[in-house]
């Protein structure tokens, strides 16, 4: 066989392995669009593959049903929400003023719907599957672990039982109105965005502090 014929052998598997994860990545991409326009409940293979330009043969190469589609989103958002709060709310970040701190993480929050905007309506709406719930507190609890860790920073005297009141009261007061803000035209969003602000600034201040925090590491 000629050497030149071998090298093709060899290499079509690759790039079909390739155009495969491509297209995984199109489905999945789609998937988030619908579901983020209809929820998962009311999202459909059909219009799944609508989306994303194939048949609905051509995704059921490659996903059995909605559910399997559900379960590759899920590491999509696992690790979106894993790195989102680990730089936005760590050690460095804590020891800002607060009304610095509330500024970046809301607005961070912000643009982080629009990136994932089917992450909201999975994680915060009504559950959609037993493996997504399981999945949905893990990330929820990750995160109110994270916000309690940058109150202990902040205050270090507070008990465990203050810090966690203080954690499920602010994710309760953001979980309130994100979805309204981000529902909202721009200039709604920016005043619905200032009021939580405002409203944790309001809520926060007089127990973990208003201005910088020192870093004792450093003296």
Avoid: C
């Avoid at 309506?121 to 399981?134: D, K, N």
């Avoid at 953001?174 to 405002?198: C, T, W």
């Amino acid at each position: 066989m000629a050497p030149g014929r071998s090298q093709q052998q060899r290499s079509a598997p690759i790039r079909r392995q390739e155009r495969g994860r491509r297209r995984i990545a199109e489905i999945l991409d789609a998937a988030e669009e619908v579901i983020a326009e209809v929820g998962f409940e009311e999202a459909t293979t059909n219009a799944i593959a609508a989306r994303a330009g194939v048949s609905p043969g051509s995704l059921y190469q490659f996903f059995a049903n909605k559910e399997q589609i559900l379960d590759g989103l899920l590491p999509r958002y696992t690790e979106s929400s894993r790195d989102f709060w680990n730089s936005r709310l760590n050690a460095e970040v804590a020891r800002l003023p607060l009304a610095e701190l509330l500024d970046r993480v809301v607005e961070a929050m912000a643009a982080f719907k629009v990136q994932r905007p089917a992450f909201w309506v999975l994680f915060h709406g009504s559950p959609a599957s037993p493996r997504l719930t399981e999945v949905a507190e893990e990330v929820r609890a990750g995160i109110a672990a994270r916000v309690r860790d940058v109150f202990a920073i902040r205050e270090p005297q507070l008990p465990d039982e203050r810090l966690e009141l203080l954690a499920t009261v602010s994710i309760a007061i953001v979980r309130g109105v994100f979805p309204l803000a981000m529902a909202a035209d721009e200039y709604r969003r920016a005043q619905l965005l200032a009021e939580v602000k405002g409203a944790l600034l309001g809520y926060l201040g007089p127990v973990v502090g208003y201005g910088a925090v020192a870093d004792d590491r450093r003296s």
